[in-house]
């Protein structure tokens, strides 16, 4: 087991399909504690950064908890972190991050690290990820050469039917089935392009331009291109996410309310592990209230994810609709507009999903709960972080947290998606659960 300088500390692995590796297993139910955080990485990470993530948001709490005082006698904190797996683009940034495997610049073409990460996230299509780098690298001014791109990065998505619902975030109960990804190869990688100029990016010389004009060079769209490869890796990842939060961690939490029935456990989640420890939701037993907290950070999924009805204009409900009375607690979302990540390139990435049309309009329906918080949910208390940190949360129900007074660091594309590890964001999963007499 990992030494992250927090005591007891387990992992628990799960694979593509949910399934926890037996030591996990075992030793999350032979942990003696009173309360267990058990956190989820996002989709961009390996093993050892998912280690080094969890190195860094636990180190506060031991002292948070000494400040407590005599209100936090007798709590015996734990804390387990999900490994789950995800593919990491080492060349996005992670703000203040010690850790060699980010020490990548980004470039127009796939680093190798990227590469093999590719190739074991897409096992059996290892040409076509060699094919992929090979266009990104050489960048032809050329449309055909961009349409080969979006055929090659559709073979690396399976169909939906093998896993049905993982990737939703909404359920129209009208019925329909959404498009992956459209033939518009040219006008997505346009709009990518665009957006990424929008955030900072620019890998290629030349300004993007607003057409296809005869004779213009389409070189500039490749920073669009790999975006696309980008965010359809991303799609592969929610449902990922969605199937081991539902089929492995929310069973999983349902054998430790058997073998530990006092143990309260407290989710935590940052980008696509939020979304993960919220479909374990969707998997725990009927019955069981161990869970007393989630708190999602800077959640990469839909903010109308809780939402039993849509709001005017769209049909059905959230894929996670009234879940939030699963919990024996609170569900908060801390969300931040510096995150550019969830603010720009999450809204244009629902375009992949035919979630909706006009996709340079940045249609605020499609915004992320880590973006501006939990959406049609009622009632839902909407706090900033000085607030929480001055009074707490709520006991129960949905609550959504402004934290952008922390969560602010990072550079283009993502922004500050991932500058999570701060102390007020441990005190908010201590607050979330009522740990040691936070309120």
């Known amino acids: 087991m990992a030494?992250?300088?927090?005591?007891?500390?387990?992992?628990?692995?799960?694979?593509?399909?949910?399934?926890a590796a037996p030591a996990g297993r075992t030793a999350l139910a032979e942990l003696d504690v009173t309360d267990l955080v058990v956190f989820a990485h996002g989709w961009n990470n390996t093993p050892s950064v998912a280690t080094d993530l969890y190195r860094r948001f636990f180190a506060p709490f031991p002292a948070l908890l000494a400040e407590a005082g005599p209100a936090a006698a007798g709590v015996r904190l734990g804390y387990a972190g999900v490994v789950w797996p995800s593919i990491r683009f080492a060349d996005e940034d992670i703000p203040d991050f010690p850790h060699t495997a980010l020490a990548?610049?980004?470039?127009?073409?796939?680093?190798?690290?990227?590469?093999?990460a590719l190739k074991r996230a897409f096992p059996g299509h290892e040409a076509v990820v060699d094919a992929l780098a090979g266009l990104l690298d050489e960048r032809p001014d050329d449309e055909e050469a961009l349409r080969r791109f979006g055929l090659l990065t559709r073979r690396l998505v399976a169909p939906d039917e093998e896993s049905p619902g993982y990737a939703a975030d909404t359920v129209d109960h009208a019925g329909g089935g959404a498009v992956l990804l459209t033939d518009d190869t040219l006008g997505l990688c346009r709009e990518f392009t665009l957006a990424l100029h929008a955030t900072g990016v620019r890998l290629e010389a030349g300004p993007p331009g607003p057409s296809f004009s005869l004779g213009r060079s389409l070189k500039h769209l490749w920073d669009g291109a790999k975006e696309l490869l980008r965010q359809t890796t991303y799609y592969e990842m929610k449902r990922r996410s969605g199937k081991v939060g539902q089929l492995g961690l929310g069973p999983l939490l349902g054998e430790l309310a058997r073998a530990r029935p006092a143990t309260r456990v407290h989710l935590v989640g940052h980008s696509q592990g939020g979304r993960l420890v919220a479909f374990a939701l969707k998997g725990l037993p009927e019955g069981v209230r161990n869970v007393k907290s989630v708190t999602l950070l800077e959640g990469a999924f839909s903010h109308y994810a809780f939402a039993e009805r849509l709001p005017s204009g769209l049909r059905g409900a959230g894929a996670l609709a009234a879940l939030q009375r699963r919990v024996d607690g609170p569900v908060v979302s801390c969300y931040s507009r510096f995150d550019t990540a969830l603010g720009v390139i999450y809204p244009l990435a629902s375009k992949l999903a035919g979630d909706y049309q006009g996709v340079l309009e940045l249609?605020?329906?499609?915004?992320?709960?880590?973006?501006?918080?939990?959406?049609?949910v009622a009632p839902c208390t909407e706090l900033t972080l000085a607030e929480v940190l001055r009074d707490g949360v709520p006991a129960s129900g949905c609550v959504s947290v402004n934290a952008e007074s922390v969560v602010r660091a990072g550079g283009p594309p993502a922004g500050a998606h991932s500058d999570i590890c701060h102390p007020e964001l441990a005190r908010v999963v201590l607050a979330a659960g009522r740990i040691g007499g936070a309120r």
């Open 104 to 116: 990548t610049v980004p470039g127009a073409g796939l680093d190798p690290a990227t590469v093999q």
């Open 363 to 376: 249609d605020r329906r499609w915004w992320a709960i880590g973006h501006d918080g939990i959406q049609s």
């Open 3 to 19: 030494d992250i300088g927090v005591e007891p500390y387990r992992e628990i692995t799960f694979d593509a399909d949910g399934d």
